[in-house]
């Protein structure tokens, strides 16, 4: 079946994007390519893409100040290509609003496999759409999620989330009170069944509360943690 997400892959290696590249059209998805961050950049803001495949080492601009440049901008979900030994720099990519990451060598499957679950959460989170039919805003105490119109408001002020981030937070204020543990939430969140590191949990709802916490200090604490299990919203802030 035909689609029409276009994929943007960064790699200052022509093998690299070129192994890429075949995979990826096999799919049938629309691939751009770009070989050092600034064109990276630069096709990034100026065209729409619904994925990007980042080498995290890039000749002058790296994949880290790429990601941070184009969320100043655009929510477009990142997938981050690291070398193994990288794992300060795949935490910081977290923090920069890096979506997921990949660990080269990589097998071509697993990359289809995380770019098809990015798309599949990312460009319409259908099985929240069809779940939530009958209350698609969510109304508490210092804060909205519009799940009709993909806005999150804190006392009034539109908030902007990654596509990740949205997800994880609509997801948890589903269900208040519910407690969920990491793992749980990388596999109905990020559909991760058999490999995903328990920090990417982490570091997005640190993301998450941080950018609540710059409006209200109320409306992130509802994202609450319970010590050794996991995370779970708190319909009413502490």
Request: cysteine-free; glycine content about 6%.
């Given at each position: 079946m035909s689609t029409d997400a276009k994929i943007l892959v960064v790699d200052d290696e022509e093998r690299?994007?070129?192994?890429?590249?075949?995979?990826?059209?096999?799919?049938e998805y629309d691939v751009m390519e770009a070989e050092n961050g600034e064109e990276a950049?630069?096709?990034?803001?100026?065209?729409?893409?619904?994925?990007?495949?980042?080498?995290?080492?890039?000749?002058?601009?790296?994949?880290?100040?790429?990601c941070q440049e184009l969320?100043?901008?655009?929510?477009?979900?990142?997938?981050?290509?690291?070398?193994?030994?990288?794992?300060?720099?795949?935490?910081?990519?977290?923090?920069?609003?890096?979506?997921?990451y990949i660990v080269k060598p990589f097998s071509p499957r697993e990359v289809i496999l995380r770019v098809k679950a990015l798309l599949r959460r990312a460009s319409s989170t259908k099985f929240l759409q069809t779940e939530t039919q009958a209350k698609d805003i969510l109304v508490f105490p210092h804060l909205t999620i519009d799940?009709?119109?993909h806005r999150?408001?804190?006392?009034?002020?539109?908030?902007?989330?990654t596509p990740k981030e949205y997800e994880l937070l609509l997801y948890l204020?589903?269900?208040?009170?519910?407690?969920?543990?990491?793992?749980?939430?990388?596999k109905d969140v990020w559909n991760y069944d058999f490999f995903g590191d328990l920090r990417t949990v982490d570091t997005h709802i640190k993301r998450l509360r941080e950018k609540?916490?710059?409006?209200s200090e109320d409306a992130a604490d509802m994202i609450s943690t319970v010590w050794g299990v996991g995370y779970k919203f708190e319909a009413a802030a502490k």
């Open positions: 690299i994007r070129r192994l890429l590249k075949m995979y990826l059209e096999r799919e950049l630069d096709l990034a803001l100026h065209h729409e893409f619904d994925v990007i495949l980042l080498d995290l080492m890039l000749p002058g601009m790296d994949g880290i100040e790429v969320r100043k901008a655009k929510a477009t979900p990142v997938i981050m290509l690291t070398a193994k030994g990288e794992e300060a720099n795949r935490v910081q990519g977290f923090e920069v609003g890096t979506d997921d799940n009709d119109a999150v408001t804190v006392d009034n002020d539109i908030i902007g989330l204020a589903q269900s208040p009170d519910k407690v969920f543990s990491r793992e749980q939430l990388l609540l916490s710059r409006v």
